[in-house]
């Protein structure tokens, strides 16, 4: 079975800096996605980005970045200029096909990004 | 405005007593999935369904139970058997057939057992 580590429970940034989540995953398969969320005090989850793992270049979506590194099965999270808005708890995710082709989301236990003005 | 509702926004219920969550989808999608969320814990699924009237349990559905007689909608019924019932739900929905990557979530339900 996939795991995923977050082992940041909290963060905390200053406006207009940059700050970078961690996460690591253990899988055996060598195709897959990985996801980052947003969790803001709404409770709504929001897909942040995502990652293909067939695909060697790094996404991007406007301030906010990921390094990957599918041999250290590393996938970390670069939010740019930090905004106020940014505060929330992020997951990160990984896809696997759980039989049938359901795509089961596995999570991590989410990092609390608090935003300092 | 298409979308997934789930209601109420906020359970109570006595220990002891069943209780059905609900969760609706206008978006057409195919694939539908609970999601219990704890403190500290992350997002734990609970069952999914990819078809109508066809579903399978993920990682802790022991106490739970679904049906999914309409591609809309996906009830989540938490019974007395559930021993620590008391977190927040969240179900979530996804177009299958495709490559679609992405789960598209609903607001929540927090339910509170006493």
């Known amino acids: 079975a996939q795991t995923v580590t977050q082992s940041q429970p909290e963060m905390s940034v200053q406006e207009a800096e940059t700050v970078t989540l961690s996460c690591t995953y253990d899988t055996s398969e060598s195709d897959y996605y990985l996801f980052w969320y947003k969790q803001p005090p709404s409770r709504q989850m929001i897909l942040v980005i995502r990652q293909e793992a067939y695909k060697q270049q790094n996404a991007t979506e406007n301030r906010f970045s990921v390094n990957f590194q599918k041999a250290a099965k590393s996938f970390s999270l670069k939010i740019s200029d930090s905004q106020l808005g940014d505060a929330a708890m992020y997951f990160c995710a990984y896809r696997s096909e759980g039989g049938a082709g359901s795509y089961q989301l596995t999570f991590g236990k989410g990092t609390k990004l608090s935003v300092i003005p | 405005d298409g979308g997934i509702t789930q209601s109420p926004k906020y359970l109570f219920r006595k220990e002891g007593q069943n209780v059905t969550l609900s969760c609706e989808q206008n978006?057409?999608?195919?694939?539908m999935y609970w999601y219990r969320q704890d403190p500290g814990q992350g997002l734990r699924l609970i069952y999914y369904?990819?078809?109508?009237?066809?579903?399978q349990k993920g990682d802790i559905a022991e106490g739970y139970s679904v049906s999914r007689e309409k591609k809309e909608s996906f009830p989540l019924t938490v019974t007395s058997a559930q021993k620590n019932p008391t977190a927040f739900y969240l179900c979530?929905?996804?177009?299958?057939?495709?490559?679609?990557?992405?789960?598209?979530f609903g607001p929540g339900t927090r339910l509170t057992v006493t």
């Open positions: 369904s990819q078809i109508v009237n066809d579903f």
């Open positions: 979530a929905s996804r177009l299958a057939g495709t490559d679609s990557y992405e789960q598209y």
């Open positions: 978006l057409n999608h195919d694939a």
